[in-house]
């Protein structure tokens, strides 16, 4: 037996109802109730093999004219009985729609429907089933595409209008392991039907919290990334541009779909004032804006004359005692914003709301997230190391 690692490529179906939960089959070659599956070879498409999947001579249901979409590509490592060795299961989650609603008393014995945390509990799941079911609910992750502009009141962001979530940047869930850069290429064409040259750059991650109510209603993590998007053949900024045709386009072909928009219609430029109160912006816009103020720098190099020169710091090496120190500083640092947070009027809320002073960081500091934490810590490791730089000396009192 080779000691490479065994890998595999599988299409999973995935049906969902929101009344019933997941639909799931009493596989008996596999040990227990699973999604249908079937591994890819080379070439496959993942939708094409999911339906297949529902083939199976095995499966007890006909499912005429049902759709595939794909919806998640997540990975696990396993131990896979057939070959009697581990394998990393690379599994492209395919949500199939079945063209009529399903009938749980009018299903055979071997299928059944399982809410998610019947699933999470239910000894006769497989365990491959309850990872797939995991990245699915508790876990969603979306390229964010930030392209702006030079307005009359600054810098403009461009978002479009979801039905669900209200105006939010041109965004895609991240489905497959294509580069970050790609997919927010992708959502730009999608969201906007540009088809001019675009060139992206992943800019940087955000982790947000919020309730979800897909795969039933709960809190979900979101991840984030955010790619800024730049225009090669058309400047925004500049009146009928193709960007904007291909948006009134877009618009026009949306509404003799009898969609309906907000006050700016399909599409509008926002400035980064009116991202932080406009009411009909997502609500995870505002968890966003840091980062989308850090990738319009990316899209626009020269918006800012400001050019940061901190003290080179590069040749300074901490003892393993002045790294000690970084946490304490680190903590006490949170502490001090923390404080005058509170003196301010703001209070703890689970997500961030200026103007209601709400601040998910509110917090000791050992419950912040691991990425607010190092915030703090690059603060105050790079506050010491500028100390030593300027020619002092950090000594412990009493110390030799």
Known sequence: MSEELRHKTVAVAVIYDKEHGFLLWNNKRWG??????????????????????LSDPDFPLSLPNATASPIECTGAFGFSEGAKQDTYY?????????????DPATLDPDLRFFTYEQLQAATNVTWSTRVIATSLVEAQEVVVAVICRRGPSGVDFLLVHNRNYGYFF????????????????QAVR????????????????????????????????YR?????VM????????????LAKALDDLQ??????????????????????????????????????PAVAEAAEMCLPDLRSYQPKPIDTSGVQLSPEILNLTEK???????????????????????????????????PYAELPDGEKQYDRNAAMETLKAIMALGYRIEKQGST
Not at 332 to 356: C, E, K, L, N, V
Request: a neutral charge.
């Open 252 to 289: 026009a072909a949306k509404r003799n779909a009898s969609q309906q928009f907000g006050e700016r219609g399909y599409w509008g430029w926002f400035t980064l004032d009116e991202l932080h109160r406009h009411p009909g912006l997502s609500s995870d816009v505002a968890d966003l804006l």
């Open 32 to 53: 227990g109730y699973a999604f249908p599956m079937r591994h890819l070879e080379p070439g496959d498409d993942p939708a094409q093999a999911a339906l297949t999947a």
């Open 329 to 363: 500083l680190a903590d006490s640092a949170h502490d001090i914003w923390a404080g005058q947070r509170f003196a301010d009027g703001w209070t703890y809320g689970p997500r961030r709301d200026d103007a209601h002073k709400k601040h998910p960081c509110l917090v």
């Open 90 to 102: 690379d599994y492209h989650v395919i949500e199939i729609r079945p063209a009529r609603p399903l």
């Open 224 to 228: 984030f990334y955010l790619c800024c």
């Open 170 to 185: 041109p965004a895609i869930r991240r489905k497959t392991h294509s580069p970050l850069e790609d997919m927010a290429v």
């Open 231 to 242: 225009l090669a053949e058309a400047n925004p900024a500049e009146s009928g541009n193709a």
């Open 190 to 221: 999608f969201d906007t039907s540009y088809s001019g040259s675009l060139a992206a750059k992943f800019c940087r991650e955000v982790t947000n919290i919020h309730p979800s109510t897909r795969f039933g209603a709960r809190e979900r993590r």
